[in-house]
């Protein structure tokens, strides 16, 4: 009779998930013990940089990743990018020890006191197995709960001792569906209510490119011959930011969104929510007038949804569907691109000036260079919250699955997660290069990554513009009328120092030309290089 650990290791064999990332516990160690020379551990040396970094390649991949943290403590560390990955929709399965059974009535030391609500409300499904020989099972029901629609990451909370138990229960291994089909009669509703408009929108989400989608939506889009807008802080692009019927990202704010639809009699929102807002700016849902048409894949988004006929279904499947359900439009539409693309607010009045190649630098100015130092198809992850209009002004986004992004503004995921998209490059054999944006102040949540890229030996290239301050803060403190706010001034980090300490190349570059020297010597490098780039302070207008 197999042990639950035998049992386990099997079941996660035939799912494909013999990759681990972890960083490991006393409580975790019965379950790692004698490991399996076919899987491989991914070690992060802190919760947040594991759950991140396995983000990053559970949407690289488009498959679910397997996590090991360790307990109480160690699930409170992943709770940042926790949140990050539950707003992306990753399938993550995420597992922690748990003190021995013999001790749990106790509220022993270390012990996660309530396991199911731990990681609330960032997981789908939490657990402990009530019996040792379940625990093969909950792993079953976990890679179900994770991939079915909307996917996101799972919980389980197991035991220390339940490893070493027998496993009576035979292994079931099942497939489990990861698309929705929307209902035919309201999709033909909403086709001839779009194919009546005078002048419809479409407005694309994440779950389009989640779902490879591009294609898909041109079709759509060259069909409908239609204004196509991304919806607000799209963590994936939707649609290539080249095509001449994208017009950019819609505002984040209530009243400046539906100032920019304005116009539009039907709008079809397909793959988003109704909407992501911040911060608040008060006017209308939607233009008078108008009337919004919502496809979503989750329940709950369309429960929440302020205004709106609304509809259940994969966003890909959705938009095949009616592609062939509604009629060719004869008009031309001549759409004009916002300079910031999918950026959410204009760039900073007066960045777009080019230095000279041995002066400082603007944001903007940085942005420029490394576009034009990089290959053409480089995969970006951006977290760089107060210079975002100018990377996508210099850099629009034109092939599928080259751009990474979190959904849920919480800081500390970029980096981790550019780590498990360039492990993803690698073990899919694309070997992309992969470039991390990121702030000198959102570097400080989950720098410990760079250990994990430089022990994976990963060629990734971080680019830190270093501007000494919370900028994106002193944004909301000048829209908020909050003056005078104390710590938004960060001086003295050194990022290029800390990258030497993780075992990165760190490197610093102040003018264009030493940028462009540091980019070609990091793209020939096998491991990871950090370039700290200081940067002319400035803050962005958010509204």
């Not at 789908?124 to 625990?135: G, L, N, T």
């Not at 966003?315 to 539409?333: G, M, N």
């Not at 910031?340 to 940085?366: K, N």
């Not at 550019?418 to 991390?436: I, M, Q, T």
Request: glycine share 8%; charged share 20%.
């Amino acid at each position: 009779m197999p042990t639950v650990r035998e049992a386990t290791f099997d079941l996660l064999r035939e799912l494909g998930l013999t990759t681990v990332f972890g960083n490991p516990g006393s409580t975790e160690e019965t379950f790692l013990q004698n490991y399996p020379d076919d899987f491989r551990y991914v070690l992060g040396i802190h919760e947040a940089s594991v759950i991140g970094a396995a983000d990053g390649y559970a949407q690289a991949t488009r498959k679910p990743a397997l996590v090991n943290v360790h307990t109480s403590a160690g699930a409170a560390n992943a709770m940042g990018t926790l949140l990050s990955a539950f707003q992306n929709r990753t399938p993550l399965i995420v597992t922690a020890g748990q003190q021995t059974r013999d001790m749990l009535l106790l509220d022993p030391w270390l012990a996660n006191h309530d396991p199911q609500t731990i990681l609330q409300p960032y997981v789908k499904w939490a657990y402990q197995p009530v019996r040792p020989e379940d625990v093969p099972a909950a792993f079953m029901r976990a890679y179900a709960v994770a991939l079915q629609p909307p996917a996101g990451p799972v919980f389980l909370s197991i035991p220390l001792d339940d490893w070493d138990a027998d496993c009576p229960i035979p292994l079931a291994v099942r497939s489990v569906a990861e698309r929705v089909a929307p209902d035919p009669a309201r999709l033909a509703e909403f086709a001839q209510a779009f194919a009546a408009a005078e002048n419809p929108a479409l407005v694309l989400g994440s779950d389009v490119a989640r779902g490879d989608g591009w294609q898909q939506a041109v079709a759509l889009a060259e069909r409908l011959g239609v204004k196509v807008w991304a919806a607000p802080s799209s963590e994936r692009p939707p649609f290539p930011e080249d095509h001449p019927l994208y017009a950019g990202g819609l505002p984040f704010a209530q009243g400046l969104l539906s100032e920019k639809l304005t116009g539009h009699d039907v709008i079809l929102v397909i793959g988003a929510s109704v909407f992501r807002y911040y911060p608040w700016v008060p006017g209308p849902y939607i233009p008078e007038g108008s009337r919004l048409l919502h496809i979503t894949s989750d329940p709950d988004e369309s429960g929440r949804a302020p205004v709106g006929d609304s509809l259940i279904g994969d966003a890909v499947l959705a938009i095949e569907a009616l592609t062939t359900l509604v009629p060719r439009r004869s008009t031309q539409i001549t759409v004009e691109r916002q300079e910031h693309g999918m950026a959410p607010h204009p760039p900073i009045e007066g960045s777009i000036d080019d230095p000279a190649d041995d002066g400082p630098m603007s944001a903007r100015a940085l942005f420029r260079v490394l576009r034009g130092a990089s290959p053409d198809d480089t995969v970006l992850v951006e977290e760089t919250p107060s210079n975002l209009a100018d990377l996508h002004a210099e850099w629009p986004i034109t092939r599928p699955d080259s751009f990474y992004a979190f959904a849920s503004g919480a800081l500390g995921w970029d980096l981790p997660a550019a780590v498990g998209v360039a492990l993803a490059e690698r073990d899919s054999g694309r070997n992309r290069p992969v470039l991390a944006v990121i702030g000198d102040g959102s570097m400080q949540y989950s720098v410990q990554a760079l250990y994990t890229a430089a022990r994976q030996e990963l060629p990734l290239v971080v680019v830190v513009p270093a501007n000494s301050e919370y900028a994106i803060l002193k944004a909301f403190g000048a829209l908020e009328n909050s003056p005078n706010v104390p710590g938004l001034d960060i001086p003295g980090i050194r990022p290029a120092v800390l990258a030497q300490g993780y075992g990165a190349e760190g490197v610093v570059a102040r003018t264009p030309s030493e940028v462009r020297a540091a980019l070609a010597q990091a793209w020939t490098r096998s491991g990871p290089t950090l370039i700290e780039v200081p940067i002319d302070p400035s803050v962005p207008k958010l509204a």
